[in-house]
């Protein structure tokens, strides 16, 4: 535990960030992975399907969003170059993740209020094409950072590259291990807010099927960064805590899994958070100490540690409202899948907006 | 140059398109707050129709609010790179406790629109106030980093590196008032017309209906109190720019010689070449005494400057002129509603007031844009001011106008999108000779 007291303020807010990060994977992820499930809705139950989901996120929709927008600020306060690289090297999938953003973010409202059930299906499919492709770009842009490939090019200098920072295999792989990561998440989420057995036991068969592919999907990232993203790959090989590490993600996994299969949801949502914290976790330690590689790490081009102090101060009286605001959201509106004997009541008044 | 003409649209079309979203979504909140105590406290089913009919509108308002000004917080990178690598560190205190004012703002939105009946009414009202507040803050914040760009402090430049920052004292920079009580103001000026417009078009109609009587009624407390503040503000406002920013002050009054007793110009056309503004009605002495409070003060014009940091000057008259017309129209809609109430003791709906009102209605967004390219262009050619200039910020990123292009098309089909559906709601209003069945509407 030698990082604890090693840790400098500039370290304090790397480790908020990817404190915000996985929050915005495990909440706002759902929510694209919600939009993956409502694209791929089939069969008899497909449109209870889409209504399960539409009343699971409304609520905490526009709340889970925002995490994205701390890592963003906290990015550009505190790692101004870094931030600065990442913001040029990356233009084009930054650009259209943003277009993906606006697009699904505006017609998840819309499709509420739209006045035909015809413009409705449309809005959903505003909503959930782009809750696919988004999250790839998300991924492909991690990805694509952990390669080195940005970085390199913003220390060369000269003329900046539109694709060939981040149209590759191992970014695009990223890409998808983040999307099956959302549609996993979502669906275990989702076994939890029916109490319609049939519906509970789609969910249950697409989460089995995500988790299974999320599977095959992380070995082939694990393959390519082998040569695609040496650093990376060899950080946590390289580190003492890489093996537990990797157990330990393994076993939420397995847990995750079993616990599906038994029909203990509550328990399945634990260990599948756990296990997508730990992936997160396990990438961001590997990459560690460096936010873009291969040269920007948490010193070079960093903002002044008061700066960084003065943020950990923020963060921290920040907190003290956030921490309770978000607990009464989850409570008011989420406590149904919480309370497994309690849920009929809740049940009877759904979240529809106003 | 092309490039770096792309990214200040893109960025001015941007900010343009949000602050729409943002200023509705300051005031909104706070008429549905009002809305919702007024049925607390008189258990008037129609103020909570009321309420929860707003609540539609900012629930769709806000989420492109939201969805523009994620797209903001990443452009301010994707744009002007050089920029935000030095201005980052000075400034994003503003940003990080805006983050969250806007986390609270969305939490407690959640609650407002989807707890009606979940949680008891204070709770639920209080949810509200929630974001009636944090909404005013996150504006309040934003601007503040604005105000930097126009008045910097905080750092101490030394060989173009910026050293002993201090962000509290960025954030309390010289505009950081003045700017942030002229916005908040402007938000619920704005905001307060523009839906008092709508209820008023829809009495014309329906004359006697309670429910847009009492629409009309809030709307116009919140955007008529407001209005008559507007131009005090406006002039405090300009007084910190004569004092900080004297290039933007001469460019705003068409004003190219400097000098004494300087004539307040309504309306005209300045002309860069010929140095001159012509056609405009002067006011002898008029700029010196609302500048500087005094009648023979010397102001600056745009010949103190070098030619290489004067703003462009017509631009920024125009929309000045466009700014003040527009706030005296609403001060004055305002007045007679405030006069006439004082009267009768009733607002007024006679059809001559209704039409007023309907007609002023979109002045306070015109004035808001008008009001952000008097602050922005007349900032040109800095995007700091006195620091850093806007050519040497922008991205070396090649191909901006296909990013210019995307967004402009994003944005005008979201907002049609935005006006069909609020026409549609609008055309679902409750009214008054509707059958008793409708009618039972106002009161789920
Ligand atoms: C409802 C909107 C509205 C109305 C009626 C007015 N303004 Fe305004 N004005 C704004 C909305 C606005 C704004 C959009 O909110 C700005 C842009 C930046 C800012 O802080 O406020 C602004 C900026 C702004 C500035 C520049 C501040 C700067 O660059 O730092 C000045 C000098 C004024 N205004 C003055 C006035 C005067 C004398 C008005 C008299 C009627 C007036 N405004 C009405
Ligand atoms: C806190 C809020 C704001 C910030 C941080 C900000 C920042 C910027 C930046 C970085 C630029 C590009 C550089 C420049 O041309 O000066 C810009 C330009 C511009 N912005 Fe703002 N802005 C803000 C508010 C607004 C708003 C709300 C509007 C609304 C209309 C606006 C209108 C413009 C315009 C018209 C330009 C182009 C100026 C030109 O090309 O001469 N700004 N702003
Ligand atoms: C460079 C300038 C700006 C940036 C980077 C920016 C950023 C953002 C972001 C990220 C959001 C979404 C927050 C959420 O999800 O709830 C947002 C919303 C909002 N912004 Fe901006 N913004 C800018 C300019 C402004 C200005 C000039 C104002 C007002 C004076 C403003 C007021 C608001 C408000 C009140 C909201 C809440 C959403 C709504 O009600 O629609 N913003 N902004």
Known sequence: ?354 | MTNLLAARLQMAMSLGFHIIFAAIGIALPLMMCVAEACWLRTGDPIYRTLAKRWAKGAAILFAVGAVSGTVLSFELGLLWPTFMKFAGPIIGLGFGLEGFAFFTEAIFLGVYLYAWDRIPPPAHWAAGAIVAASGALSGVLVVSVNGWMNTPTGFTLIDGVATDINPPAALMNPAFVSEALHMTLAAYAATGLLVAGVHALMLRKDRENPFHRRALGIALAVGGVASVLQPMSGHYAAQVVAETQPPKLAAMEGQFQTERRAPLRIGGLPDAKARTTSYALEIPAGLSILAYNDPDAEVRGLDAFPADEQPPVAVVHLAFQVMVACGMAMMAVSLWAVVSWWRTKRLPTGRAFLAAVALASPLGMIAIEAGWTVTEVGRQPWIIQGVMRTTEAVTTVPGLWWSFAAYTALYAGLGVVVVMLLLHQFRSSPRADAPAGEARRWTS
């Open chain 1, 1 to 354: 535990m030698d990082f604890l007291t090693s840790m400098t303020p500039a370290g304090g807010v790397a480790a908020a960030m990817l404190v915000a990060l996985i929050a915005y994977a495990l909440l706002g992820g759902a929510d694209y992975g919600a939009g993956v499930w409502d694209l791929l809705a089939r069969g008899p139950r497909a449109e209870a399907q889409r209504e399960l989901i539409a009343h699971a996120i409304g609520p905490v929709w526009e709340a889970n969003h925002v995490w994205l927008i701390v890592v963003v600020v906290l990015l550009f306060t505190s790692f101004p170059e870094a931030f600065t690289v990442v913001m040029t090297t990356l233009h084009v999938p930054l650009s259209l993740m943003l277009i993906g953003v606006v697009l699904r973010g505006s017609a998840f409202t819309f499709r509420s209020y739209d006045a035909t059930e015809l413009a409705r299906r449309r809005w959903n499919r505003v909503f959930s094409i782009p809750s696919v492709v988004t999250p790839v770009l998300l991924g492909a842009v991690i990805g694509a950072i952990a390669t080195g490939e940005p970085g390199r090019v913003a220390e060369a200098g000269g003329p900046v590259p539109l694709f060939s920072t981040w149209l590759r295999p191992f970014p695009i792989a990223v890409g998808l291990f983040a999307l099956n990561i959302f549609a996993y998440v979502a669906a275990v989420y989702l076994t939890l807010e029916t109490d319609d057995p049939a519906l509970r036991d789609d969910f249950r068969r697409k989460a089995l099927i995500s988790a299974a592919t999320l599977g095959a999907v992380a070995w082939a990232v694990h393959l390519l960064a082998k040569d695609s993203a040496p650093l990376v790959y060899e950080g946590l090989d390289r580190a003492s805590w890489g093996a537990p590490l990797r157990y330990a993600t393994g076993a939420m996994a397995v847990a995750a899994i079993v616990a599906l299969a038994l029909r203990w949801f509550a328990m399945a949502r634990l260990a599948a958070a756990a296990q997508v914290a730990l992936i997160l976790w396990g990438a961001a330690a590997a990459q560690y100490p460096y936010l873009v590689p291969p040269h920007l790490d948490l010193t070079r081009g960093a903002a002044p540690a008061i700066v960084h102090k003065l943020m950990l101060i923020a963060l921290g009286l920040g907190s003290l409202i956030l921490v309770p605001s978000l607990v009464y959201l989850f409570r008011v509106f989420k406590g149904h899948t919480f309370r497994a004997g309690r849920r009929d009541e809740d049940e009877s008044v759904r979240p529809t907006p106003a």
